[in-house]
């Protein structure tokens, strides 16, 4: 059994990117949204090969405390929006972050109450009644709504319950428009068998998002607490970390983690994917790498190499991808600044 494809008349993505620290994860020293993504860089990502922008939103940059919206915001995205139809791309509207749910609360950033409370549920769900007023008319061929990015659930049963009466409100306004559904704890592959998904709704796109390992893309990423201040030798592939370094290590949370990465390679890599290909094909769902990519801190060759064998990868499994991100930041592809591209690694995102 394969996973699904799309119909002929349904969504197009190819390869894609995401728009980070956009409209979500504003951070200081990052360009204001107005100028950050312009009709030039829709042009660009069109002549470089891309097919999709995944579009990142913040509650707190959309709305205000009071639930009131910011106009001047939702006419950026807009304006956005309208610049990939007119170019013939399509676009992933991701709720990325809500006032009741960060993805990294574990590590400091936000809180995370969307599970503990009714009303926060009740709230989650309006916002997405709210977003479906404003954009129900687009096409269906052009845009899709992603639930939300990396539900964390003690309980992946709690996040099952809270999507799956998100994806009911959405089905009485919009019953074609295509849903991204991700996996609990991150989108992660390997907890893709505990996810549940509407019965019968063939217009869904299943979601994982990718950074194996971890400890090698995540390299001195100040947002992971307990890798933060690792500073040894890093390498791919192979031995993530020499064997006799590791060994000599202290024991540490660093150190756990640095022995869960062990080994990799391509066929590591593909293996980890697994589970969630398995169940896209079990449920006959296309499925969707919505994010994959590792730091731009890394040795280069490496780092490219890491590149060159998810993109092969991503081609031999025929996976629809979006890597993370576009504007430099930390991973990307074009500097957020200066506009300088990383060509090289452009041409191995698309050509392999």
Same mark, same amino acid.
């Given at each position: 059994? =394969? ?61 205000? !405390? ?86 964390? !659930? ?8 809270? =999507? ?25 592959? =390997? ?92 449920? =006959? ?36 991808? !979006? ?30």
């Amino acid at each position: 059994m =394969q996973a699904r494809d799309f119909p002929a008349d349904a969504l197009r993505l190819g390869y894609g990117v995401n728009l980070s620290h956009w409209l979500a994860q504003h951070f200081d020293g990052t360009p204001d949204a107005e100028i950050y993504f312009t009709e030039e860089d829709v042009h660009f990502l069109k002549e470089k090969g891309f097919g999709h922008v995944r579009l990142q939103i913040e509650e707190s940059e959309m709305w205000d !405390a009071q639930g009131k919206p910011y106009e001047a915001k939702f006419a950026i995205l807009t304006r956005a929006m309208d610049w990939l139809q007119a170019a013939g791309m399509s676009a992933i509207l991701d709720l990325h972050i809500l006032n009741c749910h960060h993805f990294n609360a574990v590590n400091g950033e936000g809180e995370n109450t969307l599970f503990d409370k009714e009303e926060s549920v009740t709230h989650f769900i309006g916002i997405w009644e709210e977003l479906s007023q404003r954009y129900s008319h687009y096409p269906n061929d052009f845009l899709a709504y992603e639930i939300l990015n990396e539900a964390v !659930a003690e309980d992946p049963e709690d996040w099952n319950r809270v =999507q799956l009466a998100c994806v009911a409100a959405l089905r009485k306004l919009e019953p074609e428009r295509i849903l991204v559904l991700g996996s609990n704890r991150w989108q992660q592959p =390997q907890m893709f068998p505990y996810l549940r998904v509407p019965e019968g709704d063939k217009h869904l796109l299943l979601s994982f998002h990718f950074y194996v390992p971890i400890c090698f893309t995540h390299y001195t990423a100040h947002w992971l607490n307990d890798f933060a201040n690792f500073r040894g030798p890093i390498q791919y592939p192979g031995h993530i970390v020499p064997p006799e370094f590791l060994e000599a290590l202290p024991e540490s949370p660093a150190k756990k983690l640095l022995q869960e990465c062990a080994y990799n390679d391509k066929e590591t890599l593909r293996q980890a994917m697994m589970p969630a290909i398995t169940y896209a094909k079990e449920h =006959q769902l296309p499925l969707y790498c919505g994010e994959w990519g590792c730091l731009r801190v890394l040795p280069r060759e490496q780092r490219l190499q890491w590149h060159r064998d998810m993109t092969q990868i991503l081609k031999e499994e025929k996976l629809v991808n !979006a890597m993370w991100e576009y504007k430099y930041h930390e991973f990307g592809i074009r500097h957020e600044h200066t506009g300088e591209t990383d060509d090289e690694l452009i041409d191995i995102i698309i050509n392999g």
